[in-house]
């Protein structure tokens, strides 16, 4: 087969690719209503098994295996009733994001680079661990509804039961609810975003990105900019001095279009992108020298700080 061959076959993968991407991450959105529709179960099943199809047809190893890890994740599923929670919400999140970055870094440029994927996939091991540790969790608990043994009514009459709550409202853009709504989660945000960057504060902030993006489920641009966001705050490269501004900008001014009815207008912000992308710390530089000096100088080494000076020596 000639290269133009090959190379239209591979286009031809990215593209359905792409639509079976599309169909992972808004199931993972709505995870909690899809584990009770048999056929939207089949439906995230049949997306990862096709990618991994391809993948494995084309010699692209680490896009087989890590589809092949999601197939087995959702299969799950299928087998089992799961008490679907924000913390599984965001582990198949960050385990979506692997088959992602692998499939960008494929119609990128310069292609899948044997050094990149070798990272890619020793960072993925953990997070699929974590996730399948976690529904091995979930399956053998008590909780689980088959598993719940019939108990015998009681001898005595009881008082009746108090009547289930029911869930708040998620209010359309343009209701003034909706814009409460988005304004409390972000105070929520900026609270969690002064405090300790930990792993468990990290994970907390994810979900939080997960109910925004809720808000709106079908705004396409919103769900992009809430799913940078979350890949962002998951690095812990990134300081929450850092995230905190570009964050809550983003999210901010994207909830400000939804309001004015104007979703296809939403953008991820530059920055937020470069922080969701980026393998190494991110660092926010005043324009004030002054400023911009003392960031550097507790940013970088006096050889890193030397190598700088000439950089721009010689772009001056």
Known sequence: MDAASQ????GYFIEEAKEHLETLEQGILELSEVVNDTERVNELFRAAHSVKGGAAMLGYTSIQKTAHRLEDAFKIFKDHHIAVDETLKSLFLSAYDVLQELLEKLQSP????EEEIGKI???ADPQFS??????DRLVSSPLEPERVLPQKPPAMPVAPAAPVATPPRVAAPGDPAFGKQIRELLRQMLSLFRQEATPEQRQKLQKLCIELAKLNKKAKPWQQVLKASHKAIANPAHSFQTLAPIVIKGIKEA???LEQKAPEKIIIPTDLKNLA???LPYILIPTEPKEAAQILNRAFSEAQLAQLVQALKHRA
Do not use: C, P, R
């Not at 190379?7 to 591979?10: A, G, H, N, V």
């Open 121 to 123: 996939m020793a960072e």
């Open 110 to 113: 310069f292609g899948l680079q």
């Open 255 to 257: 909830a400000d279009l």
């Open 7 to 10: 190379q239209k076959i591979l």
């Open 130 to 135: 974590e996730l399948q540790s976690y529904l």
């Open 277 to 279: 992308i980026a393998q």
